[in-house]
């Protein structure tokens, strides 16, 4: 369990961190914005509730074939724009298959949507659901073509007033390796834990399959003595 569990910290900060995108820098605006982007790749998104549980899930509207995320289906079949997604992260806390329903609700008017998930996205970091950025904007009441998010492999000169979040990749690996190194310490722990439940299971058997042929044992020493006579 300690090894399985260390390699499973690993896999997390080596490759699931790439698994939705080739994006490094993620700028989160404070308003939506219709005007085109000077750089980088739009995006609409917003944070839902899963009807029946607490747990929440963002909605994402891409533009036709994004340049900066993964959409690999499980199934291999290409991503039919305008439909809805959902990452492998979400299918499993929710249960949805492809072709099965998903109802959200939206956390201000308590409005509930549902719609029929294609197919699901290899990627096992976001709880995130993905259609077209005309299908996002019509369901949240706005123009099409509106964005509130954008993705971009290099820093891009934005105004810092109209930004209200700004990560990195960078950024959320050091906070990564930071909350797995504390949890390492105690996952480290199990290992010789391990080893020493392991010795101790093997030295208690063979006590007991020596207690229970001691009888045997005992005649084929007396034959082997009066062999020996």
């Given at each position: ?18 698994a939705?995108?080739r ?12 005007e085109l ?6 995006m609409?998104?917003?944070v839902f509730?899963?009807k ?15 340049k ?15 439909k809805?997604?959902m990452?492998?992260?979400a ?12 109802t ?6 308590a409005?509930?949507?549902t719609?029929r998930?294609?197919?699901i996205?290899q ?19 706005l123009p ?5 998010v954008?993705?971009?492999e290099?820093?891009l ?5 109209e930004?209200a979040?700004?990560r ?9 390796d930071?909350?797995i ?6 996952i ?6 391990g080893?020493?439940?392991?010795m ?6 063979v ?23």
């Amino acid at each position: 369990f300690g090894f399985v569990m260390v390699d499973s910290c690993n896999e997390l900060i080596k490759t699931s961190l790439d698994a939705a995108g080739r994006y490094e820098y993620q700028y989160v605006f404070n308003n939506v914005r219709t005007e085109l982007p000077k750089g980088g790749e739009p995006m609409l998104t917003a944070v839902f509730e899963a009807k029946g549980k607490s747990d929440l899930i963002t909605l994402s509207g891409l533009v036709e074939d994004p340049k900066n995320l993964w959409l690999e289906t499980k199934s291999g079949a290409g991503v039919k724009y305008g439909k809805y997604y959902m990452t492998s992260n979400a299918a499993a806390l929710f249960g949805v298959s492809p072709g099965g329903a998903f109802t959200f609700v939206n956390l201000l008017t308590a409005e509930e949507y549902t719609v029929r998930v294609e197919d699901i996205i290899q990627d096992n970091t976001q709880s995130a659901l993905y259609t077209s950025s005309a299908e996002a904007a019509k369901l949240l009441g706005l123009p099409v073509g509106s964005y509130n998010v954008i993705l971009s492999e290099a820093a891009l000169d934005l105004d810092k007033a109209e930004i209200a979040m700004e990560r990195t990749k960078s950024e959320i690996k050091a906070q990564l390796d930071f909350g797995i190194s504390l949890m390492m310490k105690m996952i480290y722990m199990f290992v010789p834990l391990g080893v020493l439940i392991c010795m101790i299971s093997v030295y208690l058997t063979v006590n007991m399959l020596m207690e229970e042929n001691r009888h045997n044992i005992s005649i084929i020493e007396i034959r082997s003595e009066e062999r020996r006579v």
